[in-house]
Structures are given as structure tokens and as C-alpha cells.
């Protein structure tokens, strides 16, 4: 069965940075777009970045454009996201998640606190 | 980017009631739109893509309608698991989740 797990997450002081992973497993990882959603606490879904399955293709919402840098190791079945200078808005629970459209499977998310 | 509003941004209803969410995207989006449900402390799941086609495994009371900019989610009778807040999403320009929809009971 498909699964997804992250790690990663912990409390942050604002300015600092975190790399999130993501263990996929159950699936030909390499076949498959992957995507990074996150959800502030109390807050509806905010997409964050997509990664295309050979790596060519990436793309990121505003909000992180030029902090956030997502990656992946097909031969590790994994899916990366770096994050710099994170600020207290970027406070989530970040779920790593399969595909595209639509997006099918997620993960149990990891909890990201950006505070002083 | 297209942004996608979701109304009503809550509801209250009774077990056996029929339900209709609507998603309005600010532009066309032919039918590259999906529903996720999500319960409190978990992940989201998928139950319809591309506006229409049930996701396996999904009960048949959830249905899917829409195209362009107006899109429905329909739950024809309500069942005590299916108290939970209800997202929509577009894939035709990147990736845009509406703001939600709470369905709590009356």
C-alpha cells in the first residue's frame, strides 16, 4: 500500500532554516510528480510545491518562491524540501503528497514552528 | 493565479440530508478540478477528480459537477462520517485549494 512519511519538522527561531523529507514507499516513486501542501494551524490548504518525476520540472507558490527549494532522490524514493529564511507565517503542518492532478495520497504531515 | 472561492464556509446539517457545496474559480479551468475531505488531525482524501469521476473506494452518495468556473460537490445523503470540512482544488494552473467548507451537525 502507498505510504508517506515525513520528517523533519521542529521549532524554528524566524530567519532560521529546516529540510523536510518524505519516505515513499508502495509505489514506482520515479513514475510520479510529487507536491509539498501545508496548513497553518485552524487554516485551510495551501499548495507549496510541485517536483516533476525525473526532477526537470519544479514549481512554487509565491509565498515561498526563493526561500523554499524542493528535490528528490528517485533511487532513495524520496522527496526533499529545503527551507531558508523561514519566517512565523511559514508555521504548518507541511504534508508531502503524491501527484498532481489530482493529488491521490498524502502523508500524516510534520509540524514546522517558526518562533523566538 | 486563479483563486477559487468555496460557499457556504460552513453548514450546519442532519444525518440524511442532502448537501451541495459550490467551488467558483476566478477563471476557467475546463475540468481540472478535484474534492478532498478532511477530518480533524488527518490528512485530506481524495474523493472526486477531474470535477466528475468518483476516486475508488469512495461511496457513491458523493458526486461531482461542474465545468469552467462552477463546480458542485454533492453528498445526496448525509451519514455521520461525513462530518468534516470539504476543500476543492484546481490543477489547470498550477495548484489553488479553496478556502473550505465545515459541515457540521444541526
Known amino acids: 500500500q502507498v505510504q508517506l512519511v515525513e520528517s523533519g519538522g521542529g521549532l524554528v527561531k524566524p530567519g532560521g532554516s529546516l529540510r523536510l523529507s518524505c519516505a515513499a514507499s508502495?509505489?514506482?516513486?520515479?513514475?510520479?510528480?510529487m507536491s509539498w501542501i501545508r496548513q497553518a494551524p485552524g487554516k485551510g490548504l495551501e499548495w507549496v510545491s510541485y517536483?516533476?518525476?525525473?526532477?526537470?520540472?519544479?514549481n512554487y507558490a509565491d509565498s515561498v518562491k526563493g526561500r523554499f527549494t524542493i528535490s528528490r532522490d528517485n533511487a532513495k524514493n524520496s522527496l526533499y524540501l529545503q527551507m531558508n529564511s523561514l519566517r512565523a507565517e511559514d508555521t504548518a503542518v507541511y504534508y508531502c503528497?503524491?501527484?498532481?492532478?489530482?493529488?491521490?495520497?498524502w502523508g500524516q504531515g510534520t509540524l514546522v514552528t517558526v518562533s523566538s | 493565479a486563479i483563486q477559487l472561492t468555496q460557499s457556504p464556509s460552513s453548514l450546519s446539517a442532519s444525518v440524511g440530508d442532502r448537501v451541495t457545496i459550490t467551488c467558483r474559480a476566478s477563471?476557467?479551468?475546463?475540468?481540472?478540478l478535484a474534492w478532498y475531505q478532511q477530518k480533524p488531525g488527518k490528512a485530506p482524501k481524495l474523493l472526486i477528480y477531474?470535477?466528475?469521476s468518483l476516486e475508488s473506494g469512495v461511496p457513491s452518495r458523493f458526486s461531482g459537477s461542474g465545468s469552467g468556473t462552477d463546480f458542485t460537490l454533492t453528498i445526496s445523503s448525509l451519514q455521520p462520517e461525513d462530518f468534516a470540512t470539504y476543500y476543492c482544488?484546481?490543477?489547470?494552473?498550477?495548484?489553488?485549494f479553496g478556502g473550505g467548507t465545515k459541515v457540521e451537525i444541526k
Open positions: 477531474d470535477a466528475s
Open positions: 482544488q484546481q490543477f489547470n494552473n498550477l495548484l489553488t
Open positions: 508502495g509505489f514506482t516513486f520515479s513514475d510520479y510528480y
Open positions: 477563471q476557467g479551468i475546463s475540468s481540472a
Open positions: 517536483i516533476s518525476s525525473s526532477s526537470s520540472y519544479t
Open positions: 503528497a503524491r501527484g498532481l492532478s489530482p493529488i491521490d495520497y
